[in-house]
């Protein structure tokens, strides 16, 4: 099992930072990645952004240059550092453990909400 709590949203102004961060527990050592997924009302939850075990990361085209994913690992905590948001950035952002069980099995956080306006 893993837990995810995730902090950091808020309201911010069109060209505004924010920085998610999201702490994880439990078995840890099973994680093989983690990401941060957003959700638009009435859609489904697109992928963001993404940092692998290993510290390879992928980015979403609407977010490149614009956010970065990193890691602590002493912490056990992903951010999602926001730069240059735009009010279609605006959304409930997810924090996403994959964890390497038998299969993989994704786990996630109880979602944040981002508003970018002025």
């Known amino acids: 099992q893993v837990q995810l709590v995730e902090s950091g949203g808020g309201l911010v102004q069109p060209g505004g930072s924010l920085r998610l961060s999201c702490a994880a527990s439990g078995s840890i050592s099973s994680i093989v990645a983690m990401a941060w997924y957003r959700q638009f009302p009435g859609k489904q939850r697109e992928l963001v952004a993404a940092?692998?075990?290993?510290?390879?990361?992928n980015y979403a085209d609407s977010v490149k240059g614009r956010f970065t994913i990193s890691r602590d690992n002493a912490k056990n905590t992903v951010y999602l550092q926001m730069n240059s948001l735009k009010p279609e950035d605006t959304a409930v952002y997810y924090c996403?453990?994959?964890?390497?069980?038998?299969?993989?099995?994704?786990?996630w956080g109880q979602g944040t909400q981002v508003t970018v306006s002025s």
């Open positions: 996403n453990a994959k964890v390497r069980l038998v299969v993989v099995v994704d786990y």
């Open positions: 940092i692998t075990s290993g510290g390879s990361t």
